[in-house]
């Protein structure tokens, strides 16, 4: 993508921008709301928050801890081999005990910490995450793309009103460089043929990605192509063109996150 040149504290500042916008939806919610479901299964809105709240602080560890967060991976591992449930009991169970205002409390608490730890990332920075370790912009804008995409299942699920804002560009831009991530993470080969990205920015700036001349193209928002990129919408429930057979099979399987193959909503689930 041309014309575009961050630095990590352009990301960090973003970062923070972001989990403001969310806590703007969250932070006047009458009690009884943090219990209402999110069109994660089985999350409520206190769990995505809590769930922010989490991944933030183990962020925060990777960054000022390496060798620290190495041991809370492990620990984490050994416990994914009792299921979905042991996992969330100890990523959210601490925070399913908060009241809203502790949990809020707590999750600013974790992102100021993490906006101070990354203030200190150098250019260069290899930060170890659930994974590879990753580079201090890429790491960044993960954690950027966690906040919106969690925020989203709160706004759907509130009827809260986050307007999209450029910041989009980081969970675009990692839509497009996990194309091959999303088909090597399901033991697939990815598609040969090149695919053009055209999207209208929030600002009406025009964000472009692939050769130019590609036969597949995908068009449309911004905001529409992070929602199928993130798996908070089937793409037949956006505005998005998308032409060409390689393009509409990436557009099905997308996943912008790590972790295991998972399929977004159905096609008419919004």
């Known amino acids: 993508m041309s014309g575009i040149r961050l630095n990590v504290a352009d990301v960090a500042g973003d970062l923070v921008a972001e989990q403001r916008a969310l806590d703007a939806v969250v932070a006047d919610l009458p009690t009884e709301a943090w219990d209402e479901s999110t069109p994660s299964p089985g999350w409520t809105v ?10 933030d602080g183990t962020a925060t560890q990777a960054i000022v801890d390496p060798d620290g967060f190495r ?8 416990v994914a081999r009792s299921g979905d449930d042991a996992v969330d009991d100890l990523t959210l169970g601490a925070f399913r005990r908060m009241s809203p205002a502790e949990l809020l409390a707590a999750w600013r608490d974790g992102r100021d910490r993490l906006a101070s730890a990354a203030g200190g990332l150098a250019e260069d920075a290899r930060v170890p995450w659930y994974g590879p370790s990753m580079g201090g912009k890429s790491f960044l804008t993960a954690r950027l793309m966690e906040a919106w995409a969690h925020g989203q299942d709160v706004v759907d699920a509130v009827g809260g009103h986050r307007p999209a804002t450029n910041r989009l560009r980081h969970i675009a ?6 194309r091959g991530w999303s088909y090597a993470n399901r033991r697939m080969e ?21 050769p130019g001349d590609a036969t597949d193209v995908i068009r ?7 929602l199928v990129v993130t798996q908070r919408r089937h793409a037949d429930d956006t505005a998005l063109e998308v032409a060409g057979d390689a393009a509409r099979d990436w557009m099905v399987r997308a996943q912008a996150f790590a972790g295991p193959p998972t399929d977004g909503p159905a096609a008419g689930t919004f």
Do not use: K, M, N, R
């Open 71 to 78: 041991a809370a991976v492990d620990a984490l591992v050994g």
């Open 173 to 178: 831009q990692l839509g497009v460089i996990t």
């Open 46 to 55: 206190g769990d995505q928050v809590g769930h922010l709240t989490y991944f």
């Open 190 to 210: 990815a598609p040969e043929a090149e695919v053009d990205v055209v999207l209208e920015a929030p600002s009406g700036d025009t964000w472009t990605w692939g």
């Open 220 to 226: 449309g928002t911004a905001e529409d192509f992070c």
